[in-house]
């Protein structure tokens, strides 16, 4: 008996590392860097089901690039560098500690972040930091359509479009559904021109340079089809207004709140540590 267990033991620290990795996957391999292996099955688990044939090769030679490059440095790497310079051991640990600091926070922020944010607050921030919401390019509140140019009714839906009777912007949605290829109303919420300008497939200067009068209309002969964006209001400078910085106030206040807390956090610490006698300054 003891001499099957001594056999047994034996084969096990004779084994090679690469014998034992081919017992555990049983699997092709599709790739090698010294005695590392790239297994079929990994590299299928990187390729979405979805992909073409093509797709689905340009994706392998991507992942098993990649995959060889980080062994290769590693090899090359512990040829050249000296033994000080392998030892990574204390940036692993500052990184670690980093990581739990940051988990943490992050933890502690999400327990306690007061999320609500009324008017009221939004608007005291505005006014307290006008200075900051200077508008750098126009903003503007649009109906915007892309149709044939011999669509029927395209008339009628650009001139109802265009109207300030709420029936005739409706009837004018209600036609635009069949006729037009595309058709918004953003008048009641303003939006940078540079995001209206993306919807010619232009910048917004070349864009408002198609300007006329309340329209911005962009056709040629060889489209088509017609662009046209009625501006039912437009600022081109000055302070822009609450309703235009609301999201980005909140993001303010928000931030302020989450630095706040971590400030909080830091000192409850080292105070909390020195009256505990955890932490003791000579």
């Known amino acids: 008996m003891r001499k099957y267990l001594s056999l047994i033991l034996a084969i096990a620290v004779f084994c090679s590392c690469d014998t034992i990795s081919s017992i555990v996957h049983d699997d092709e391999v599709v790739a090698k860097v010294g005695k590392h292996k790239l297994y079929k099955s990994e590299l299928a688990a990187y390729i979405p089901e979805f992909a073409s044939p093509d797709?689905?090769?340009?994706?392998?030679?991507?992942?098993?690039?990649?995959?060889?490059?980080?062994?290769?440095?590693?090899?090359?790497?512990?040829?050249?560098?000296?033994k000080t310079e392998m030892d990574v051991t204390a940036?692993?640990?500052?990184?670690?500690?980093?990581?739990?600091?940051?988990?943490?926070?992050?933890?502690?922020?999400?327990?306690?972040?007061?999320?609500?944010?009324?008017?009221q607050q939004i608007q005291k921030y505005y006014n307290d930091n006008k200075q900051n919401f200077e508008?750098?390019?126009?903003?503007?509140?649009?109906?915007?359509?892309?149709i044939m140019k011999g669509a029927p009714n395209k008339d009628i839906i650009l001139k109802k479009m265009s109207s300030p009777d709420y029936e005739d912007v409706g009837l004018a949605d209600s036609l635009a559904r069949s006729?037009?290829?595309?058709?918004?109303?953003?008048?009641?919420q303003w939006i940078d021109a540079v995001v209206l300008a993306k919807e010619f497939g232009m910048d917004y200067e070349s864009m408002l340079k198609h300007l006329n009068g309340d329209f911005i209309k962009v056709e040629s002969d060889d489209r088509p089809d017609l662009m046209a964006a009625y501006i039912c209001e437009m600022q081109i400078d000055g302070v822009a207004p609450v309703e235009y910085c609301e999201e980005k106030i909140r993001d303010f206040i928000l931030s302020a709140r989450k630095h706040q807390l971590l400030a909080d956090l830091e000192q409850d610490l080292l105070t909390n540590a020195l009256s505990h006698k955890n932490l003791v300054i000579y």
Do not use: G, H
Not at 99 to 115: A, P
């Open 55 to 82: 797709d689905s090769v340009n994706l392998a030679m991507q992942y098993i690039n990649s995959w060889a490059t980080e062994y290769l440095y590693m090899e090359v790497a512990s040829e050249q560098l000296s």
């Open 91 to 119: 940036e692993l640990e500052d990184y670690r500690r980093s990581l739990l600091k940051y988990r943490y926070e992050q933890r502690y922020v999400n327990d306690r972040l007061d999320t609500l944010i009324t008017q």
């Open 135 to 146: 508008l750098e390019r126009p903003i503007m509140k649009v109906r915007f359509i892309d």
């Open 179 to 188: 006729a037009a290829l595309r058709y918004w109303d953003n008048s009641e």
